[in-house]
């Protein structure tokens, strides 16, 4: 197990210098490898540079946005989750009925909406006809006085839930085909059609699932986190996403490379943990 | 799993038959049908709009401007500047599918060579291929696209290059794992062993069992792409006002969602309906391919 | 996640002391801009930067007059309490500085704290200065030739040529503390988080891009203006569609500029729409610099025939008055141009063809507009339409959008900088409230870029002896005629493409009580309270 980890950590090593190579080439006309090496250095010192529109430390700026972006994302994964296991688990166990042609229609509708757009109607539903909910902003204070409150969690009820689709329905196309694929086994075949206990085949199903979905989740995770622009532009929701159209219209480069950054690093650690996660739950399953 | 996959279907020995098996499994398959109805639809009508579309997509009235759906004359509505809906979101489908199609059929076809040469030759072309990939791919998608277009600046040319580069990585990688799996079936390995030149068996024996797969694989990418190029527009990194393009429409339309909320989603629905289309016709395509199914 | 909160304490510590009766509440106000505008002195983000975070923290040596509705704003004596221009040396200025002001600090204001803040924006050697707020107030007082404290409460300035207009020009410079900046470590970054001025309002704390929080400044020198509120909260909401929906659901009491379209929705629930004229003009700068396609009149004149402002007030729901020149109509220096302001394809198209324009040769080419942003109105549905209307005569334009801070910044750079990017035009909106701002910054020569904001490169003799003329004019009367002829000749050379003037509108909610909207750009807030 420690000799896989290491040899996953060696894999993502190379990954890791040739995305920091890209970033650096984003915004540098003229690759110079001695000012490479500068970047990094300072880069690794927790250095992102200033901003060039504010003379703010560009850390400090995606330092904030980095935490309301996670909070969303992590919020509309554990939605996403928890709705495409459902939507997965039951139309692959009903496989063939009018549930499952349901359950597989919601999940591709998942994968299939634009989901800046479905933001808009969800805010045209709720904040402009039922006046429900607020269509834009992370509450009264902004994120600098987030409260687990009512007045700022309603803020984040219509962004989350646009964004989990996306997961949703990955997540439950994945769970309906695993399903799908353990009850062919044959003795669960043999047990279902003996009638034997459903719950026992329940768990067995989940505990053969579980690791494959889980790491569908974490992966799913970071995409979110990192394509998180377009709904915090719908939102107006000031996380990373956000900072990133400003940067790119404020043509600010040393905000705009430092956020792909970190947002990259970010993705391929991420990588690396449901690797290991996963194969610690599943030893049979390492992924080369 | 979805690699496992297809290279499941890639290992299949093609029988001469295949190809209108699979065929007629899929004219059998109603929801496929509909979904390649849909989408011969949409290209007869981007092809067609100047014929079709009952206004001018750049001409507008301020007298009229956003009238609701069911206006006498303007049965989708109008939009901010008083040009007809209906037109503009036919003209609309020519740079959406455009925008979305192309990047992944250059990418199909920049991804299928990288992929199948590194899984063909194997060894240190593949690892150094490979690796370079994988840096592409440890960015996630729609990060990749908007960084790259952010970098080099709005415009239909450079969309399409960033949405490009975002899908030549995933094909290469599905490319390459089908290539490896192809390659260590016995009769690969025999025509290598016999001396038939290097060429010769990847145009005779690979390409045969492999291009199918990729093809299935990259045709569930046009959803994607479809969904990134509008969105790219919806940012004001794609196309430039004054051109029709759906993503480019929602963006300047959503000004108006407190006066025609539903005029306004229009071109949305545009988009889903499309996205929506190719997505069930990858998967009907696939189960058509697998055997097992 | 508050990084910026060291005021939090002084503002508990002031509401402890505050009884609940005079308690006049929190006024939350959604901006234009994108990011909350530079804290330090001279602010940026454009004209509503000054408005909410120049003249709220700090003052100017002379101010503007924001008590009247009904007439536009004059001048009046600010940190300056007086000042007088030397009869035989008109280059010569002598201010009184206000006695007894003080910072927010508690430090003292005198004549050579002011001589510092013009080092900070002038002087490239001194320890202060500051190229953030050197960038932003430069451009603004190019009048400025030198300067000393000639006693504690007596500064000098001499101009570098006769000129009446720099009182008009000091009003837009915000006096900083000398003392704070010494005692945050000599560094502006540190002073932006705890900046300290001499204006009616203390900034407490703010969060980069999402808020900023000022309470009153109870011991401000003109006890008139001390705020009623408890509060005052700036949150950035670049979007119309943001704003309208930050009122709607009560996050917000005010927005600037809503969303046309929405005006009536809000006038249904109840919010107070207002509207005023102020000297505003909403333009394209074209640019003069060598392979403009705009160094030909006849292609200025064209584009200015082929906008349609009526239909433009049609899309702006009214919210406009169109423009017959680059002064709004009726204004005192219009004077009579000949060139008349309206639709006319048929004539654009003829001189675009005498231009040389046509199938063989299409007119093509690129203008830089923003989303959003002070005194922008609606920009991106505005510019396609006249994209359209301009379309229609025969003139293909490209867009290129960039942030308005940013756009700013390319103003500022001019038209040859690579900033620029080859576009040969630029929507730009104009303060216009005096000669310098209405006139001279635009095309005065020794003003193009990077010494001033011509950023078009303009040069032209016969205008620069007309700006040499009110320069010279002391009587009012006198340059007043002058200033006709030079908007008689912006009008009838067509050096700008005129558009239409914004009407400053705002959308209040129904508990924003006392509230007078002055004929400027700037508006006081301290009359106002909040309904419970």
Redesign the interface.
Known sequence: MLTYIAKRLLHTL???F??S??CFL??HDRPLPVQYGLWVLTTLQGDLGVSI????PVA??LW?AL?NTLMLAVLATFIGFVLGCLFGFVAGYFRGSWLDKLASFVS??G????????G??L??IF???L?WL?????????????AWDWVHVRHLILPAVTMSVIPMGIVAR?VR?LVADILSQEFIVGQRAKGLLDLGVFRHVVKNAAP?ALAVMGLQL??L???S??IE?VF?W?GTG??????????DLPL?QGT?LV??MF??AL?LIVDVVQTMLDPRVQRS | ?TAANLEAIAKVEKSPGYWSGVLRRIARDPVAMFALCVIVAMILMAVFAPWIAPADPYRGQMLRRLRPIGTAGFPLGTDELGRDMLTRLIYGARLSLMMGVTPVIIAFLIGSAIGITAGYVGGKLNSALM??I??????????LA???S??LGAGIFNGLLSLTIVFIPPIARIAESVTTAVRKIEYVEAARASGASGFTIVRVHVLGNVIGPIFVYATGLI?VSL?LA??LS????GVKPPEPEWGLM?NTL?NA??VQ??V??L???M??IT??S???LS?GLRSAMDLKA | ???F?LGAIALVASLGFSQPSLAQGVL?IGMTA??IP?TTGQPDQGGEGQRFMGLTVYDALVHWDLTRADRPSTLIPGLAASWTVDASDKTKWTFKIRDGVKFHDGSALTAEAVVWNLDKLLKTDAPQFDQ?QASQGRSRIPAVGSYRAVDALTLEIITRAPDATLPYQLAWIGISSPAQWEKVGKS??EF?KTPSGTGPWKLTGF?????AELVPNKDYWDKTRIPKLDRMVL?P?P?P??RV??L??G?VDWIEAPAPDAVTSLKGAGMQVITNAYPHNWTWHLSSAEGSPWNDVRVRKAANLAVDREGLKELLGGLMIPAEGFMPPGHQWFGKPSFKLKRDLAEARKLLAEAGYGPAKPFQTKILIS?SGSGQMQPLPMNEFIQQNLAEAGMKIDFE???W??LINIWRAGARHE?SRGATGMNYSYFIQDPFTGFMRHLQCDLQPPAGTNWGHYCNADMDKLFNEVRNTFDAAAQAKVLERIHEKYVDDALFLMVTHDVNARALSPKVRGFVQAQNWFQDFGTITMAP
């Open positions: 190379p990954v890791a040739g995305v190579i890209v984003l915004v529109a504010t003379g703010r400090s700026e904030r935490g591709i509708i994968v299939s909406v634009p989901h800046y757009w479905l808009m109607v805010v045209i904040s402009v006809q006046n607020p269509a834009t902003g992370a509450g009264p204070g902004g994120s600098a006085d987030w994945t085909a494959t970071g995409y986190l990192g394509g622009i377009l532009t107006s000031p956000f900072l990133l159209g400003q940067a790119i219209f404020q043509r705009l792909i947002l990259a993705f391929v990588n | 799993m690796r370079t994988d840096v592409f791919f440890a960015f996630p998608s729609v990060l908007i960084a790259l952010g970098a959803s969904i509008s969105g919806f940012l004001g990194l929602l959503r969602i407190y909320p539903w306004a989603a071109p949305g629905l988009i889903f996205s929506i190719f997505n069930l998967d | 996640m508050k990084i909160d939350r994108a990011d530079l953030r502006w970054q932006a969060t980069p891009r999402e808020r949150i909401l979007e569609n943001a929906a930050a709607r659901s996050q989303p959008v960039v942030e801070n940013t900033s």
